[in-house]
């Protein structure tokens, strides 16, 4: 007995550890045992008057227990996104929320969105919510599924789509039927040849048409077309509310990027960026630089307002990226500040050109002045220097001198070439400096250029050059601005009648080529004149003005003074041996005789006079030559209104040769073929 007293007396109490009194009980034993520290008494008590339990978490099993109408009553004011997620935490809410009984408590949630379509009637508050708001497939449960079809309501990713529908082609409706799809709910897509429909449906009504007799599959055939009817108004509905509700959201979002954009730039401002916060690059700048646009920085288009916080971790980064636009911002306005002393030397070359008459010469462009060591000299000066006219005026002094070696460089470029392509060498042509042969008349040119592809020759006939047209050729003298060159150096952008993106350039033959089958048939010409080939500039075959015959055209017959043959000038040989004959070089011709080409010229100069000739675009600004926004070529009447609107020029003060002058690339008027019966020339 006292053995069992003893014995009881040594049990202790079971203490049943929680997590608001296990610490309690853990310091009243001495606390934590370490080998490291030792804890006394006095450190759990101090501990204790400065330790606070956990708060206990909240448990929705309490909400289970209220009353239903008020529980309805709360439910009623939420969303209808917040019952699903409602419906899916316990059990015992998802099996209140989804009985039938709750369907008040759904369509009350409903009318909290505003504009929200009714719930169809063959379709549960639920679906219909789970339908329109959740954002997950709703076979894989992908996430951020945006696509609803209302038509089939489903809510599928692309997969899924795919995997689940089936196209109604011709396969289909010969496999089921041409009456069947009718019956269904098709996907709701701007392509009327890809119309899906659900794998499920078509099958549930094949499946339900095979156990009905005939008469009773007509009348099912109408209640499935009824309700299609239905569902494609309901869909229709619910798809425009959608819409509506994405606009809006979209609205909400620029709403907050608008609210951020202009707090940060307020708080740059702030931070002394004012002036390089007014001149930030366009967006359209921003892309050619391949910069980041300040609306497209990570850090602003952000749909979140700016806090204090938030400021504080991106200060150094927004920092950075305007000490790149800063740089950016320099640069420009060097690059521009260049372009101006640029004008400026242009609009002196121009004066002087003018002054001297020399625009009825070639001359460099203004370009090539630019990329001159004199004048790089003067326009490339630190930027904090001003240029002026007078600062130019050493490069004026010299111009004549600029010029003259520019022309004796490219001269001898260009002769050297032309005797190597026309095939005329030593010894017959011992000093190449010497010899012009860049006024030969089988000097035939074609352009290349994007500005002549454009432009097509009437009847489709080739356009031929000669001297000195292809000198002066617009292509020579400007090229077309890539897409991104906004702006690019040492040019300038060229004014009216050319297209948007041409700007000067160096003087340049690139874009000619010579023609070697027009060549030859000018060579055949000259042979027919009895003259040297070699030795005929465009000047003297224009004089001597020869009228020719094609032989292959006669089936080799000669003048005979009977047989009706078609009589050309020389350049409308050419032309008409390139059209007809696709410029063979065995096509042989014969010149008529002196005194009916003298009797044919003056028939022609008699009929046009008498005839009006269309005005042509043959006239050049001499005010505006070599100038930024330097027009085309005008009409007589364009180029009146231009010297009086841009120059103040009046009619009567508008001095031809001073103000405009003849633009050296335009051809000769055409000549007509006339139809004769000429004499027979004695070979």
């Not at 079809?149 to 289909?172: G, I």
């Not at 630089?289 to 850090?299: A, C, I, N």
């Not at 011709?589 to 003298?598: F, H, L, N």
């Amino acid at each position: 007995m006292d053995s069992d007293e003893e014995f009881s007396g040594h049990i202790t109490k079971k203490i049943k550890i929680t997590a608001n009194n296990g610490w309690e009980h853990v310091f009243a034993r001495g606390g934590i045992k370490s080998r490291f520290t030792k804890t006394t008494a006095v450190d759990a008590t101090e501990f204790l008057k400065n330790y606070r339990p956990r708060a206990r978490k909240q448990s929705l099993e309490i909400l289970i227990s209220l009353p239903l109408d008020i529980l309805f009553e709360i439910f009623g004011r939420l969303l209808p996104l917040d019952l699903l997620h409602l419906s899916r935490t316990t059990k015992a809410l998802r099996s209140a929320l989804m009985h039938r009984s709750s369907t008040t408590v759904w369509m009350a949630a409903r009318s909290n969105v505003k504009g929200m379509p009714a719930c169809a009637d063959n379709m549960s508050e639920p679906a219909h919510a789970s339908l329109a708001f959740d954002m997950h497939c709703h076979n894989c449960l992908r996430p951020n599924v945006r696509n609803v079809d209302w038509n089939l309501r489903v809510r599928y990713c692309q997969k899924c789509f795919k995997e689940r529908t089936e196209v109604v082609d011709d396969k289909f409706k010969k496999t089921y039927g041409l009456k069947l799809h009718h019956c269904l709910s098709l996907s709701m897509t701007q392509n009327r040849n890809d119309a899906r429909c659900l794998i499920l449906d078509r099958e549930s009504l094949v499946d339900e048409l095979s156990k009905l007799r005939p008469e009773e599959r007509s009348v099912l055939r109408g209640l499935k077309r009824d309700a299609v009817l239905v569902r494609k108004k309901h869909a229709v509905l619910c798809t425009k509310w959608m819409e509506g509700e994405q606009q809006s959201r979209w609205k909400e979002l620029d709403h907050l990027r608008s609210l951020r954009h202009d707090a940060i730039l307020e708080k740059l401002i702030e931070l002394g960026w004012e002036e390089d916060v007014n001149k930030l690059p366009d967006r359209h700048t921003a892309r050619i630089y391949k910069l980041t646009h300040f609306e497209d920085h990570p850090l602003v288009k952000q749909p979140k307002p700016l806090t204090d916080r938030i400021w504080q971790n991106i200060q150094h980064k927004m920092v950075e990226f305007m000490g790149q636009m800063r740089e950016f911002r320099i640069l420009q306005e060097r690059k521009q500040q260049i372009r101006e002393r640029q004008s400026l030397l242009a609009t002196i070359y121009s004066d002087w050109q003018r002054e001297k008459g020399y625009h009825k010469y070639l001359m460099p462009t203004a370009a090539d002045l630019f990329g001159m060591r004199q004048v790089r000299d003067i326009v490339e000066l630190p930027a904090h220097l001003t240029v002026t006219t007078e600062d130019f005026q050493p490069v004026r002094e010299e111009l004549f001198k600029l010029v003259d070696t520019w022309k004796r460089c490219n001269g001898h470029d260009l002769r050297s070439d032309l005797l190597w392509r026309l095939e005329i060498h030593p010894p017959y042509w011992l000093d190449r400096l010497s010899v012009q042969c860049e006024r030969l008349a089988v000097a035939v040119f074609t352009c290349t250029g994007w500005l002549c592809d454009d432009i097509p020759e009437p009847s489709d006939s080739p356009r031929y050059m000669y001297f000195p047209e292809y000198l002066h050729h617009r292509c020579n003298r400007i090229r077309r601005r890539a897409w991104n060159e906004l702006d690019p150096a040492n040019t300038f952008a060229m004014g009216q009648g050319y297209p948007g993106n041409t700007v000067q350039r160096e003087w340049s033959t690139d874009d000619l080529e010579l023609d070697k089958k027009a060549s030859q048939t000018v060579r055949n010409i000259i042979d027919a004149c009895d003259l040297d080939w070699r030795e005929v500039t465009v000047s003297e075959l224009d004089n001597l003005d020869p009228r020719l015959v094609c032989l292959k055209c006669s089936y080799g017959n000669r003048c005979d003074g009977e047989r009706p043959m078609m009589v050309r000038s020389w350049r409308e040989s050419v032309k008409h041996c390139a059209k007809k004959h696709w410029s063979d070089s065995t096509v042989k011709w014969q010149k008529i005789s002196d005194e009916e080409s003298r009797s044919l010229r003056q028939d022609q100069e008699e009929a046009a006079a008498s005839t009006t000739i269309p005005p042509r675009k043959i006239w050049r600004c001499t005010h505006c030559h070599n100038k930024p926004e330097e027009p085309e070529k005008m009409t007589v009447q364009g180029m009146t209104d231009h010297l009086e609107d841009h120059h103040s020029i009046d009619l009567i003060n508008q001095v031809a040769g001073m103000d405009f002058a003849e633009a050296l690339d335009v051809p000769p008027i055409t000549i007509p073929s006339v139809k004769l019966k000429p004499k027979a020339v004695d070979p």
